[in-house]
């Protein structure tokens, strides 16, 4: 049979052989004639974006007690770190602003960092375990939580990358649906270590999505594990040398400080002797000599009326003077600094001199002294909290101990696994990446 339509111009007109099922004909095929529509464009769909099979959570952090803190800048600290990577993990955050919360996490940790190594260290109690705590992260499958989790390489390296930030120590513990990680050590330190691992980890699975097969997914999350240990590392030895720095300058401040002092006793005690002769030679006068008379002949020009003269008259009665009234407050405040007490004791010296503008103008050396408290105050000191190296060694050391003694069990190293990256293109991608901030800030002037 033949099915016949109205011939449509736009539409094609075709024949379509089909097998005849019935025994009784003859034929073997039967031809069919048909219309087809014309097909509609179907618009395309946006490729949605690949999202990652795991997640990083907190699950627990380390209960801070309040005995341990030593003000309020120590109790708001954390607070302050917490905000700043509860912002690094939200969705619309870019790499940048990412990886820039580790590094001004760390900052903020510094100061923090000085008061808890002097806390620790003097300490009265023997044990060190009552300030250390430990804060775990869970690692489960997001679209089926029955299923096992995945270790990745990235992780343990991430890991790593976080204890050398924020000086602590960690270990996994493998769940039949979930990976546990766990920081132990100084509660504080574990807290922000665990929040920017939780921020790292899903932050590096969400940028790897956007490459395309295993080896440059595998490369790239790598390569930014990698970077992140570098810049821990890079960190650590930059904070050392600071510390370094601070303490050298420190000492040659005091050295200075030290030089002015004598420089400033020499100088009385050499004014000194001219003001008592001064005086001796007045009260042994011949009691012959009437008052209100000069004796013209033994005068002359060169006793009276010379700069010279002058100039050692006023150095004379300035000697006789005390430099500073130790009894005034406004003269020395505790609360700044040596170079700014210093250079406010000369000012105030150099407000209480006569007025010489009656003099002639003569040509005064500039003392010494003065050149160094001004090359003191215009010396760059180091930024640094710590106050010597051995402070820092000492906390880090400290931080070791106090995790050592919180766990009190001794940890074994399992066998290590060799990474091999075969996308190198993608690796260093991961690793230019974690090089996008600069991690030496400029200060402000």
């Known amino acids: ?43 395309m769909r946006a490729k949605k974006q690949r999202q990652p099979l795991q997640r990083a959570t907190v699950i627990k952090t380390a209960q801070v007690k309040p005995k341990d803190s030593l003000g309020s800048l120590d109790r708001g600290v954390l607070i302050k770190i917490q905000k700043c990577l509860s912002r690094a993990r939200h969705k ?96 504080e330190n ?71 002092e004598r420089e400033r006793k020499l100088q009385r005690l050499h004014k000194g002797p001219s003001l008592a002769l001064d005086i001796g030679e007045s009260d042994g006068q011949s009691e012959d000599e009437m008052p209100g008379f000069l004796d013209i002949d033994s005068m002359s020009d060169e006793s009276y009326g010379s700069p010279e003269s002058i100039d050692n008259l006023n150095l004379n009665t300035r000697g006789a003077l005390a430099d500073f009234n130790e009894n005034d407050e406004n003269v020395v405040d505790l609360t700044r600094s040596v170079e700014v007490n210093v250079d406010k004791i000369i000012k105030r010296e150099s407000r209480e001199t006569h007025d010489f503008n009656s003099i002639p103008s003569l040509s005064v050396k500039q003392n010494p002294s003065d050149n160094d408290s001004s090359s003191v105050k215009s010396e760059d000191m180091s930024n640094s909290p710590w106050m010597s190296e051995t402070q820092l060694v000492r906390f880090r050391a400290t931080s070791v101990q106090v995790a050592d003694e919180y766990l009190n069990i001794k940890l074994r190293m399992g066998k290590t696994r060799t990474v091999v990256t075969r996308n190198y293109s993608a690796y260093r991608e991961g690793w230019k990446d974690s090089e996008k901030i600069d991690f030496r800030p400029r200060r402000l002037e």
């Open 1 to 43: 049979m033949s099915a016949k339509y109205p011939y449509h111009p736009p539409f094609k007109k075709f024949i379509i052989s089909t097998p005849y099922l019935s025994r009784n004909t003859t034929s073997a095929y039967q031809q069919t004639q048909c219309h087809i529509l014309p097909r509609i464009p179907v618009p």
């Open 190 to 260: 574990t807290v922000t270590a665990a929040i920017a691992f939780e921020m790292a980890h899903n932050k590096i699975l969400d940028w790897a999505c956007s490459y395309k097969g295993g080896s440059a997914t595998f490369s790239y999350r790598v390569g930014v594990a990698d970077g992140l240990v570098s810049m821990a590392n890079c960190e650590k030895k930059i904070e050392l040398e600071a510390a370094r720095k601070k303490e050298l300058d420190i000492i040659a401040a005091k050295e200075r400080k030290a030089g002015m």
């Open 92 to 187: 619309s955050t870019t790499e940048s602003e990412a990886k820039a919360a580790l590094f001004v996490a760390q900052k903020l940790m510094a100061p923090y960092n000085v008061s808890q190594a002097d806390l620790v260290t003097n300490s009265d109690y023997g044990s060190k375990a009552q300030y250390g705590g430990v804060s775990k992260v869970e690692i489960i499958n997001v679209k089926n939580r029955t299923r096992r989790v995945i270790k990745k390489a990235f992780v343990h390296k991430s890991a790593k990358a976080m204890c050398t930030f924020f000086d602590c120590q960690c270990f996994s513990t493998d769940y039949e649906t979930s990976i546990a990680w766990s920081f132990f050590g100084i509660a």
